[in-house]
């Protein structure tokens, strides 16, 4: 209440580890493997690790072989006020398809995606009393699917850079085929109010990927990659938060105009007006009426800029136009030769 000492500085961060299916709900069972056992495998490994550090606090939905329905889930990482969420399942398909996906909430784009989603989402028909806590939804109808989308989109961004982390891990540290980030409408992602992923760590149904997920050493491997990945996101979000800060911090200053009037020729900034795994054409009508927008690509995950100059002043002038276009979260970025650098960074040698 009124004396809370920097209660921000000692709040752990919390990563909910949602391990898919459980108790009566084995999930698939492709090639005789089970994917609620390997998905609870995994999850305990990367809680394990996660533990280790004491700046994580690492919350379960399930620890043992039980059943717990979508909406709970949700619910334990809402009541946590987790900052992440992370589901775990394995895939099926009749053919032999193999590979590992990441999902985030999102309108589906194909009939695959739908896929996923009407099975992930079949669970729901266990539960008791399911039509009531889901407000009607339809696991089988691809417009319930995309009714649920609402609601996560503020997290988006994040919970795409985290997907693109894990994929990437999958593919270069481990070479798995990657069948990439991709939307879906799946209800326990809808059912938290912080950045969440469900990761599809391979397909049971295909034999030798199905072995390796069964094995203790993929097991091991996969949940390395995803704690890593973990890991590297806690580390991106971290530094953000300190250049959001100081870009607080200086809107404040009185004396900001002043400090602020050399410009470095070395220095470029941009306003950062979104992040997406769409790769959208930059043209305006793509982004409110917005010219020049330019776009970088990384780990699928696509970023979108608007304006190019080495004038701070500039810039927040651009920053404000594009508020004002309906970009309400978008900042300002610092490039050095090209190289993103902290904006403090860049605030420093613009001032002096
Ligand atoms: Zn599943």
Redesign the pocket.
């Known amino acids: 209440m009124g004396n809370e000492e920097n209660p921000k500085q000692s709040d752990p961060f919390v990563v909910v580890l949602d391990a898919?299916?459980g108790g009566k709900d084995p999930?698939?069972l492709g090639n005789g493997y089970r994917?609620?056992d390997i998905?609870l495998n995994v999850v305990l490994k990367i809680g394990e690790e996660l533990e280790k550090y004491p700046n994580i606090k690492v919350l379960y939905t399930r620890k043992t072989d039980v059943f717990v329905d979508l909406f709970e889930r949700g619910k334990i990482a809402n009541k946590a006020k987790a900052d992440l969420f992370v589901?775990v399942?394995?895939?099926s398909h009749r053919s032999q398809a193999y590979g590992t996906e990441t999902f985030v909430l999102g309108i589906h784009r194909n009939e695959t995606n739908f896929e996923v989603a009407k099975?992930?989402n079949a669970?729901i028909f266990m539960e008791n009393d399911y039509e009531s806590k889901y407000e009607g939804f339809n696991p089988n109808s691809p417009e319930s699917a995309i009714s649920i989308i609402l609601g996560q989109e503020e997290y988006l961004d994040q919970s795409i850079m985290l997907a693109s982390l894990i994929q990437e891990n999958f593919t270069n540290k481990l070479h798995r085929n990657n069948r990439k980030v991709k939307q879906a409408g799946l209800i326990v992602l809808h059912q938290t109010v912080m950045p969440s992923v469900?990761v599809?760590l391979g397909f049971l149904t295909n034999n030798a990927e199905g072995r390796y997920l069964n094995s203790t050493k993929g097991q091991n491997e996969m949940s390395d990659a995803i704690t890593d990945a973990i890991l590297k996101y806690k580390k991106a979000i971290d530094s953000n938060v300190e250049d959001l800060t100081l870009i607080g911090t200086h809107m404040e200053d009185d004396t900001e105009e002043d400090v602020l009037t050399v410009v470095n020729p070395d220095i470029e900034f941009k306003v950062q007006i979104a992040a997406s795994s769409r790769d959208l054409i930059t043209k305006p009508y793509n982004f409110k009426g917005l010219e020049g927008v330019t776009k970088t690509s990384e780990n699928g995950l696509y970023k979108y800029y608007y304006g190019l100059t080495s004038d701070y002043n500039v810039i927040k002038t651009l920053e404000e136009e594009a508020k004002n276009k309906g970009y309400k979260t978008c900042f300002v970025v610092a490039f050095k030769k090209g190289e993103k650098i902290p904006l403090s960074e860049a605030l420093k040698s613009t001032a002096n």
Request: with cysteine; charged share 30%; net charge negative.
């Open positions: 898919g299916h999930g698939n994917e609620k998905a589901s399942h394995c895939n099975k992930e669970v469900l599809e």
